[in-house]
T-cell receptor, first 113, second 116 residues
Framework: EAQVTQNPRYLITVTGKKLTVTCSQN?????MSWYRQDPGLGLRQIYY???????DKGDVPEGYKVSRKEKRNFPLILESPSPNQTSLYFC????????????FGSGTQLSVL | GENVEQHPSTLSVQEGDSAVIKCTYS??????FPWYKQELGKGPQLIID?????GEKKDQRIAVTLNKTAKHFSLHITETQPEDSAVYFC???????????????FGQGTILTVHP
């Protein structure tokens, strides 16, 4: 089954404790991206990657890191989480090098205390 | 960069009525406009998209219209059903090149409720 898998689904952590949210897709897609969803703000792009070893900042990259060492994986790293990073996070992928016809994961609800 | 405004934020209709959600965008270079539906507890799912060289596109009960001059596009759902209840997001992208290439900007979302 074609899918984008994110883990964990729920995460509660404390300020400053480094964490990683994993994302993996099994569709051999070139493009992958991370979004955060906040009430009233819609989905905002954090980082995206058009190919292996190529990553670019989205609209809200501050406080986040990503890497794209393999085509299928695109982890999101929070080196020192803060309460304003409490949000619902989505990973997405698409065929091609642009964000067309995105497939989204099921989301990761992160709470930073 | 691109800015997408979406209205209304909530929409309540009776089953069988039509629903219309509108979005405006700021970057005249944007040329790809998708709509996503997000059901409770799930990730968004693409329901329809349109490119700037097309004025209208239909898929069964769903249609999207685009006015490039006014820089706005709309989602039309006819004969609504309770299972259409969800959050709908519009988005815009310039996939022809430039500094915003690869970036997809979403609207704020519309909560659609269809009452039986």
């Amino acid at each position: 089954e074609a899918q984008v898998t994110q883990n964990p689904r729920y995460l509660i952590t404390v300020t400053g404790k480094k964490l990683t949210v994993t994302c993996s897709q099994n569709m051999n897609h070139e493009y992958m991206s991370w979004y955060r969803q906040d009430p009233g703000l819609g989905l905002r792009q954090i980082y995206y990657s058009m190919n292996v070893e190529v990553t670019d900042k989205g609209d809200v990259p501050e406080g986040y890191k990503v890497s794209r060492k393999e085509k299928r994986n695109f982890p999101l790293i929070l080196e020192s989480p803060s309460p304003n990073q409490t949000s619902l996070y989505f990973c997405a992928s698409s065929d091609g090098t642009v964000a067309e016809k995105l497939f989204f994961g099921s989301g990761t609800q992160l709470s930073v205390l | 960069g691109e800015n997408v405004e979406q209205h209304p934020s909530t929409l309540s209709v009776q089953e069988g009525d039509s629903a219309v959600i509108k979005c405006t965008y700021s970057d005249s270079a944007s040329n790809y406009f998708p709509w996503y539906k997000q059901e409770l507890g799930k990730g968004p799912q693409l329901i329809i998209d349109i490119r700037s060289n097309v004025g209208e596109k239909k898929d069964q009960r769903i249609a999207v219209t685009l006015n490039k001059t006014a820089k706005h596009f709309s989602l039309h759902i006819t004969e609504t059903q309770p299972e259409d209840s969800a959050v709908y997001f519009c988005a815009a992208q310039n996939n022809a090149g430039g500094t915003s290439y690869g970036k997809l900007t979403f609207g704020q979302g519309t909560i659609l409720t269809v009452h039986p």
